[in-house]
Each structure stands twice: as structure tokens, then as C-alpha cells.
């Protein structure tokens, strides 16, 4: 019981003294998850709403293959990326192996379905009377797509913000296109895996708080999003 008590004790005072390389592996995964995420969601976000608000012959089945991939396994993910940016893939020449934008590579493949999957459902369960409203009374296509952003803002904010919360918690992408290499591709999960069978429990314990901590943001502001959103319903 000493040995989890001092490991939890000595966590809270890295994290409570801004250990610096506590802050830089935090910092470095905060960076590379932004960024997959912020990338994601600007293909996410069009492609939703191409998805949910058009008809053409092949929707059912990109519909099928969207939430196929929802399920798609990191590593497998990882495999592809490798094989594309490794010295003998197609990019092989621009040395993104082992850097952070081959992880952000392979996380924006990760969450991309994710994001695109909830920002179609938000669109589907939307209210039709608002949006059959503004093409009655003449709206050019720009204010239609306006309106339909500002309707379903909440749940976009929801669809980004798991997507963040995705890409925060995987090791497979960040470990197979990363290396692990501190302070360039180290992230909180890889640390985590790194320091924990170097026998630094202390360390990989208090990136396991900061982690669950965030997750614990995430999910409130994820939970907070969609009480507005209910709200605003009324």
C-alpha cells in the first residue's frame, strides 16, 4: 500500500512543481492532438454536411463505409501511413517518419470518420421546418449553409471536441509514426507506456492524472454543449 501511496504523492508533486518534462511531453501531445484535430474537422465538417443534406445513388454506401471505419483499428491506421511516408513509400523523400506531422498524419486518418459520423447524425435529427422555411422565402445557398452551421453548432463543437479527445488518448498512430522520440514525438500516452517499464511509475502516474483530468474537461464540455444545445430546443 506504501509503494501506490508514495507513487501517487510523488505525481502530484511533479505536476504540482511544473515538472519541466512533465510540461514539455503534455505540451508536445496538446500540440500534435490540436492540430490533427483542427485539420480533421475542416474535412469533417463540409464533408458531414455534402453527407447529410444531399441525395445521389452511392450515399447508402458511404454511409456503410463511415461507420465501418469508426471501428477501424489505430494500428491498422498506423500500418498505412507507415508504409506511405517510410523511405521506401510514396513519401518517402519529405522525412515525415518519426516527426509530428506524420503523427498528425495518421491521427487525422484516425478521427476524421468520427467527427464526420456525429456532425451527419447532428444534421439528420435537425428540425426540417427551419431549414424547408428558408428555401420557401428565397435564401441564397450561402445563407441556407449559415443557417444549418448555426443550427447545429452544438453538436459540431461535440464532434470536434471527441475528436480531440480521440486523438489525445491513442498510442498506436503516435507510437508507430512517433518513435517516441522525447521532446519531438513523445506524447502523454507513448510517455506513459515508456516510463512505465522504465520502473518511473511516479512519472507515468502523474501523466495518467493529467490525462484522465482532461478527459474529465472534455467530457464536461461536451456535456455542457449538449445541455445548450436541449436548452435552446425549448
Known amino acids: 500500500m506504501d509503494y501506490y501511496t508514495d507513487a501517487i504523492i510523488r505525481a502530484l508533486q511533479l505536476i504540482i512543481n511544473l515538472d519541466s518534462e512533465v510540461i514539455q511531453v503534455v505540451t508536445t501531445s496538446l500540440k500534435i492532438s490540436i492540430s490533427s484535430t483542427l485539420i480533421a474537422s475542416?474535412?469533417?465538417?463540409?464533408?458531414?454536411?455534402?453527407i447529410a443534406r444531399n441525395k445521389f445513388k452511392s450515399k447508402k454506401f458511404i454511409n456503410i463505409i463511415l461507420n465501418t471505419l469508426l471501428s477501424l483499428p489505430t494500428v491498422v491506421i498506423g500500418i498505412f501511413v507507415y508504409s506511405l511516408i517510410s523511405r521506401r513509400g510514396v513519401l518517402g523523400e519529405l522525412d515525415l517518419l518519426f516527426t509530428p506531422i506524420g503523427i498528425i498524419m495518421g491521427q487525422v486518418i484516425l478521427i476524421i470518420p468520427l467527427i464526420t459520423a456525429l456532425i451527419r447524425n447532428v444534421i439528420f435529427s435537425m428540425d426540417e421546418k427551419?431549414?424547408?422555411t428558408a428555401i420557401s422565402?428565397?435564401?441564397?445557398?450561402?445563407?441556407?449553409?449559415?443557417?444549418?452551421?448555426?443550427e447545429a453548432r452544438y453538436g459540431i463543437i461535440g464532434a470536434v471536441i471527441a475528436g480531440f479527445g480521440r486523438v489525445l488518448g491513442e498510442i498506436g498512430v503516435s507510437m508507430m509514426l512517433g518513435g517516441n522520440i522525447k521532446g519531438v514525438t513523445r506524447t502523454i500516452t507513448t510517455a506513459m507506456s515508456l516510463e512505465t517499464n522504465k520502473g518511473r511509475f511516479a512519472f507515468a502516474l502523474a501523466l495518467g492524472i493529467i490525462l484522465l483530468s482532461l478527459s474529465f474537461l472534455i467530457n464536461f464540455v461536451t456535456y455542457f454543449l449538449q445541455e445548450g444545445k436541449n436548452y435552446a430546443r425549448r
Open 42 to 50: 475542416i474535412i469533417s465538417i463540409p464533408l458531414a454536411i455534402l
Open 137 to 150: 422565402i428565397g435564401a441564397s445557398r450561402s445563407q441556407k449553409f449559415k443557417l444549418l452551421i448555426l
Open 130 to 132: 427551419l431549414y424547408k
